[in-house]
């Protein structure tokens, strides 16, 4: 189970690439969490189920994420916030997952 969220991790990572100029500060945010859930998962702490789960939203943020950036005029400050909300989201859904 570690091996394909590994290989989630570095497909993730891949996508993320092109955009870590336009946007560090999301760039960092998303490799941290992806550490927390890499980190949930060595522990015990999460489920494959819950595992799925956060791959899928992280998924979800990163493709939405490169959908806004290359729409011709990089991230727009609403842009920024939309992620920045979703990224909480999942940073909230980390911690309760961990922790249940």
Known sequence: MLKYFTFAAVGLS?????????AGELTQREIHQERRIAQGVKSGEL???ELRNLQRREA???????????????LQ??????????????SHSIYKDKHD
């Open 47 to 49: 489920n494959p189920q």
């Open 60 to 74: 979800s943020i990163a493709a939405q994420r490169f959908r806004f950036a290359h729409n011709g005029n990089g």
């Open 14 to 22: 891949t996508l993320m690439l092109p955009m870590a100029a336009q």
């Open 77 to 90: 400050p609403w842009e920024r916030r939309i992620v920045n909300q979703r990224l909480d989201n999942v």
